[in-house]
C-alpha cells in the first residue's frame, strides 16, 4: 500500500463539481495522458488499497481538503472508498 497526495486545480473541472464527485459520488479523476500527449507522471503507479489524500487549489489562497480515499477498483476507472480510511473531512 502506497499513500499519494493529489491536488486538484480548476485547469478543467471548478470547485464545485470536482466536490460533488469526491465527495458525494466517491470518484477521483485524473487524465492518464497530458496535453502535449506524454503519459501522466505516476498514475500508472496507484493500485488497489492505496489511499489518496485529495485536495482542491481554488487559486484565492483557499485550500480545502476533500478527505482520504482508499483505491477499491481498478483498470482505466479507479473507484474509492472514504469510508474504509478515516476521513480528513471537508470544507468548503
Not at 493529489?6 to 470536482?18: C, I, L, P, Q
Not at 458525494?24 to 498514475?43: M, Y
Not at 488497489?48 to 483498470?75: E, Q, T, W
Request: proline share 2%.
Amino acid at each position: 500500500m502506497k499513500e499519494w497526495i493529489y491536488k486538484a486545480t480548476r485547469s478543467k473541472v471548478g470547485y464545485y463539481e470536482t466536490r460533488r464527485l469526491a465527495v458525494a459520488r466517491h470518484f477521483l479523476c485524473r487524465s492518464a495522458v497530458e496535453r502535449n500527449g506524454s503519459q501522466s507522471d505516476r498514475v500508472r503507479e496507484v493500485g488497489l488499497g492505496d489511499i489518496i489524500h485529495f485536495y482542491y487549489a481554488r487559486g484565492d489562497g483557499k485550500v480545502p481538503s476533500y478527505g482520504s480515499f482508499v483505491v477499491v477498483h481498478g483498470g482505466g476507472m479507479c473507484a474509492v472508498n472514504p469510508n474504509s480510511f478515516s476521513s480528513a473531512g471537508t470544507s468548503a
